[in-house]
């Protein structure tokens, strides 16, 4: 379990650390969905704020001296939460951090699940940038992928953030089974008119994967579900760079794309190896003490993970120190979906070790001569023709 030490307090006391808090419910669960994420006939909000606002100031404790740049509500349906419950954590993370006046306030919204009225709270409690769960315009995809909204409750949500929030993102899913570049093109360039019309400068767009435990496994594995072959799926992909590049939105990560500057500073912290406090169930936190990174993971069950904050402060399950193998395996992982590559001062600072001595000497030499990686003093950069196989590129620069 991390331990303070006044050394600590003095070496961090200019980084920045990110916030994610994470609310488990939702109204019903999707068919690929493999997050955290509970259906349940109610929900006890004032027990639950209380819960999360002790797990915060328990985590805020431990990382004295930091500077806040980031707090993301994920879930689940955080739209689903109370607004008022955003706004008590929003203010306790201000209080026990510093902070700046640019902070990034993220909340995800499925349509459907907010009005104007909700949004307009969400705002007043202190959330800046809404994220909403769009998924598909199509009607036959969102039947397809268990979704409760219409496209139509899709486009309004979409314009009632656009009206409300400093900053707005749009998630897609594409690479269904049976769907053709055509139909892609189709929906993505609605989306991204609708993304014109509010002035959204964010779009995530994920390839569908299937997930162990859960029904598209279920039905994956019984032959009922055919996904894209590799070729098609590449296809689907390099159709996204190009049309979102011409509208302004370029890939700044393999599944997201942003007008420049725009981007999502709070999955930046994640991307380039940056801390960050997770609360709630199931949440994940990577927290640097005393030169080594602390890899936490909090109880998954909602209910058990209540009662543990109620007793003990928090609901940690798992607390380990990453070895210096792992944490250079985290972090080519996550740097290399960047566009920007893995910066190597970042990399030293992080890992304690030169990113050049930290990879497969012999694999990066073939990868440079293929035109998979760019190789620089100060970057390692995954080319747009080797993010195509992004994770067997990953695979042979990890040293054996």
Known sequence: MIKRSGSQNQAREEKNIGLYVHWPFCLSKCPYCDFNSHVVGSVDHGEWREGLLRELAYYADLTPDRRL????????????????????????????????????????????????????????????????????????DLVFLGRKHSAQDAVTAVKLAGQIFESVSIDLIYALPGQ??????????????????????????????????????????????????????????????TVC??????????????????????????????????????????????????????????GIWLKRVFRKGHGTLEDIVLSQQERV????????????GLNKARFYQHAGLAL???????????????????NTPEVLRVTSRGRLTLNTIIAALVPD
Not at 223 to 236: F, I, Q, R, V
């Open 329 to 340: 395996e985290e972090l080519l992982l996550m740097g290399s979906r960047l566009t920007e």
């Open 180 to 241: 053709s570049v055509a139909k892609w093109k189709s929906n993505l360039d609605a989306a991204l008119s609708l993304s014109y019309d509010v002035g959204c400068a964010h779009l995530s767009a994920y390839q569908l994967t299937i997930e162990p435990n859960t029904p598209f496994h279920t039905a994956h594995a019984a032959s009922k579900l055919h996904m894209p072959n590799d070729g098609h799926s590449a296809s689907l992909y390099e159709l996204t760079q």
């Open 69 to 140: 740049s980031s707090i993301f509500f994920g879930g689940g349906t955080p739209s689903l939460m109370q607004p008022s419950t955003a706004g008590a954590l929003i203010n306790s993370a201000l209080q026990h951090w510093e902070t700046d006046q640019t902070l990034e306030i993220t909340l995800e919204a499925n349509p459907g699940t907010v009005d104007i009225t909700r949004f307009a709270a969400f705002q007043a409690a202190g959330v800046t940038r809404m994220s909403v769960g769009v998924q598909s315009l199509d009607e036959d």
């Open 356 to 374: 050049d001595a930290a990879v497969n000497k012999e694999s990066l030499e073939t990868l440079i001569a293929q035109g998979f990686i760019q």
């Open 245 to 302: 590049n011409s509208a302004g939105l370029p890939g700044y990560e393999i599944s997201n794309h942003a007008a420049p500057g725009r981007e999502c500073r709070h999955n930046m912290t994640y991307w380039r190896g940056g801390d960050y406090a997770g609360i709630g169930p199931g949440a994940h936190g990577r927290i640097s003490v005393d030169g080594s990174v602390h890899a936490i993971r909090q109880i998954k069950a909602p």
